[in-house]
């Protein structure tokens, strides 16, 4: 895992694994569809919370805007797979320049209650634009156009293999160019606003604004999640930007841990996997996940990474003479 | 990476009838004064007497509720905080202010990084590449003495270097102007001595306005001695000048008493 945490191929060629793996342990490509997607919204809260410190319970703004816009596009405009998820990223990133840009006027607690705030206004807003959104029902019958260019089809995504593997192409690149992100100077800057924001300015950093980028990049690919989904489920719920989704999002984060990007993978299979095997078991399912988060909050700060961290640590130990 | 600050007549820094008031209490009441040159000048004065309130209405941690400042002939004060280190003005802090769970080294780095504001936002590099931001980092790692520390979290420094990694930041970027507020606050005697050598060594190169309790050390290297009492000038002047003055010493001894 250092290894991976130092090196965005190594993290590339990890996450690569695991999206081979999966569909093999899972009863379904639809399942394993959901956990890339998954991983790829919780990877944006773990730039956020990870790299500053910074807790947004905003996400399921991003998730669902870039999932209305998908459908949108898609139903509506018959509009292309790769134009409409690009527009989706786009459009969320738009946002995320607003979002961040009232949220970092303040820190600390008053940060979260904006992003709260935010999240439930923009919940009612798409709640109360049932022309745009449909309300309630919200969209459906959604088409998944196939992959083409200029024309020509290159690849029918009909399928759930299909799907699947496009799927789990993005999200690797996701990971990838996260990974080169908080790698970079930019985002060792990151680091040092979350350690101590006061000596990030006095030695010259203009601190909002790395934060505002730092949300562009989180809403950007957690909005592409959420074009995907709309493509996975052909079907926009409102509850795409329900307070429940951003605290889905934030509890895989947390789970999986946030000293490593792997860990977004890890925390988003552990909820969509549970949540699958509990809830036809049990309807308070949920009490299940609160206890784990409660167990990781309390005895594991490093999030199910960690774990791994530390399984790894003891094989090499193991393996010394 | 000696960055080019855009070349000005003005002198390094121009402060003028700068008053603060925290809710009722006047902690500044106008306090004007210019550096004409590179060396050192210090300020002294009591506890409470403002320094570190000037020092903070002068670097913008602070709005002062009135006055101005200028540096290299420019008009600073509604700069916030971070665009008046690219106008050359640097400090430090009275009470220790680092990223103490980074490294020795990337605290340094991250400074120096700090002036190449463009290539920060390169989102396609290595933190390590740039390779002119090592190199500078290296220089000043070596001159604050604390290449061997480098690779510690700066939390795990003791006293007298953490005072030093804090010079070395606000070096980074070349300053016109240094501000240090008791750098050798807490300090040993050999630290002291160290560190008395290396302003006097900055004081060559740039203006430095130093706060400092240790009266015998400002008096070995300071140009000029200006004293602060209540929020108020009460003395500048040459050292000899300022410890011969009868005034300055009954404001000392009527805080002691
Ligand atoms: N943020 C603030 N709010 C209210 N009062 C303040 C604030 N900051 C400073 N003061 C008051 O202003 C006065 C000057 O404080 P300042 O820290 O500038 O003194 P100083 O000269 O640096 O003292 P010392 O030598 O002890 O560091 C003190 O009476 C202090 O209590
Ligand atoms: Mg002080």
Redesign the pocket.
Known sequence: MARFKSSAWGLAVAIALVALVLPLMLPSYALATECLIFAMAALGCNLLLGRLGLLSFGQAIFFGAGAYCVGILSLRFGTGIVAGLLAATAVSALLAVAIGWLATQRTGVYLIMLTLALSQMFFFLCYAAPDVTGGDNGLMNIPRPNLAFGGHELLSLASPFAFYVFVATICTVAFYLMARLIASPFGATLEAIRDNEDRAVAIGYDTRLYKVIAFVAAGAVTGLAGGLYALALKFVPLANVDLAMSERIIVMTILGGTNALFGSMLGSIAVVVLSYVLSDIWARWQIILGALLVAVALYLRGGLASLLDKAVARANEGARP | MTHSLPATQGPPLAVSGIEKR??G?Q?LKGVSFTIEDRGVYAFI??????????FNCIAGR?RPSAGEVRVAGRDITRLPSHRRVHAGLARSF?ITNLFASLSVHENVRLAVQAHSPRRVVNMWRGRDTLTDVGARTDTLLARLMLTDKQAIPAGLLSHGEQRRLEIAMALAGDPRVLLLD?PTSGMGIDDIDIMTGLIAEFGKSMAVVL?E?NVRLVMKISRSITV?HRGAILRSGLPEAIAADPQVRAAYLGAAA
Not at chain 2, 45 to 54: D, E, S, V, Y
């Open positions: 925290f809710d209490f902690a004065g009591p506890n409470g007497a403002g320094k570190t309130t000037l602070i009275q008791e706060i309790h602060l």
